[in-house]
């Protein structure tokens, strides 16, 4: 067969420009690193690569909402380590204020001190992120959450919501405690009531408080806001006898324990921590009670289901009327009892916030390890389809460099040959 000159130059030029254009190929795949560097290299890797990628991007942005629900947490977490220490701050103040041996001005002094703390409080109550949002406003970020009041209260203009934020595929975890809950979820150490006392001024050995009053059975709970609970002689009265008895009326006044006040027979001594129940209540008083004490129990909530929780503002202010009044009575040292487990429970319900957001960041941790976890094994797959093996590589390109090296020298013997030449 006979081979044109022309056809054998052309032959040996697209060899020569193949191996040419593979051997600058592979020494772009040198320079960058990568294996794959266009879908037309590997259709099938270049796909996997792909979702590959999107899935580490997925992941940082997780890793980006983790950081930012961190700090969120973190500053409530300083919040509420805060607000404990208030806490103990106020009950100190109390016991040192519950020393009948001060003066006024060193009471007045107490006072001062209290009033702020509440303002601390108040502060920590309206405590916002880094970018300017309340952090115990649930969704309404935009303003202060608490308001203090002419009188003193301190009055919620949050919601309930909790802001959530996307951690992982199908994760989510809350940012936030909204102020009603944190502020104004303290459990009532009494129970669903809180006790007011108007006691004689005898002294007494044991101090006479309520130990608990709650709503036992709501079914047969009408509804009343306030009771009363005093505490007579016998009847008929005997001026020698110093036996005590009980009473308890509603909010009208009218006694509804025993039923029929006016027979002896139906008389009902008073025995400290034995339970009295009445209109679906169950009260417990202990303590020495006096002929003529009373104690009233009263609840602001209007829906029948009793008041099971305190304000932490509603407290501190309940102190700061303490202080302002002549707490050393047998009213008002009943009245600090009182006010002295409100705090106790209020410092409680501040450590059990604050362990819930340690626990929501603990979820974090766990979630960034899985994350990190997850993105390693991703960067592995991903480098094993895309880049380079550069031992590999570097082989296949020295074969590449000696063939285009050879097909060149030939070429360059091979077109100078002629039959001139031999003749």
């Known amino acids: 067969m006979r081979v044109a000159s022309f056809q054998f130059i052309q032959r040996n030029l697209d060899n020569i420009s193949g191996r040419t254009s593979e051997a600058n190929r592979q020494l772009g795949q040198l320079s960058s690193g990568k294996r794959v560097e266009y879908a037309s290299d590997d259709p099938v890797a270049a796909n996997g690569i792909l979702n590959y990628k999107q899935e580490l991007r997925k992941l940082d942005q997780y890793q980006t909402n983790i950081n930012l629900a961190e700090n969120r947490l973190r500053r409530e977490e300083t919040g509420l380590t805060s607000a404990e220490n208030i806490t103990q701050q106020v009950k100190e103040i109390m016991l040192g204020a519950n020393n009948p041996a001060i003066t006024q001005q060193e009471r007045d002094a107490y006072k001062d001190v209290l009033q702020g703390r509440i303002d601390e409080m108040l502060d920590i109550a309206n405590t916002k992120d880094e970018f300017g949002q309340a952090i115990f406003g649930g969704f309404q970020t935009d303003t202060d959450p608490f308001t203090r009041q002419p009188g003193g209260n301190v009055t919620y203009s949050g919601d309930s919501g909790q802001r959530e934020m996307m951690v992982g595929d199908s994760v989510k975890v809350a940012i936030n405690h909204d102020g009603d809950l944190v502020f104004g979820g303290v459990p009532n150490p009494r129970g669903d009531f809180t006790a007011s006392y108007q006691l004689g001024d005898e002294t007494r050995e044991d101090q006479v408080r309520v130990e608990s009053a709650n709503i036992a059975k709501r079914a047969n709970f009408s509804d009343q806001e306030r009771y009363t609970v005093e505490f007579v002689g016998v009847i008929p009265a005997d001026p020698e006898s110093e036996e005590v008895f009980y009473q308890i ?125 997850m993105s390693l094994t991703l960067e592995k797959l991903r480098s094993g389809m895309e880049d380079l093996d550069y031992a590999k590589a570097t082989g296949e390109f020295s074969q590449t460099m000696v063939a285009l090296q050879a097909t060149q020298t030939m070429f360059g013997k091979v077109q100078n040959i002629s039959l001139f030449n031999y003749i």
């Open 249 to 373: 009326k509603d909010e009208s006044g009218a006694v509804i324990l025993p039923t029929d006040p006016n027979d002896p027979l139906m008389q009902l001594a008073y025995e400290p921590g034995k339970k009295i129940e009445v209109d679906g209540l169950e009260i417990v008083v202990k303590g020495e009670a006096k002929i003529g004490d009373k104690i009233e129990l009263n609840s602001t909530v209007q829906d029948g289901t009793g008041q099971d929780d305190r304000g932490v503002f509603d407290i501190l202010n309940r102190a700061k009327e303490w202080l302002e009044s002549d707490g050393h009575t047998p009213s008002g040292q009943s009245e600090m009892i009182d006010i002295l487990d409100e705090l106790d429970a209020m410092g409680g319900h501040f450590t059990q916030v604050r362990a819930d957001t340690g626990n929501r960041m603990q979820r974090l941790d766990n979630q960034k390890e899985t994350h990190a976890d």
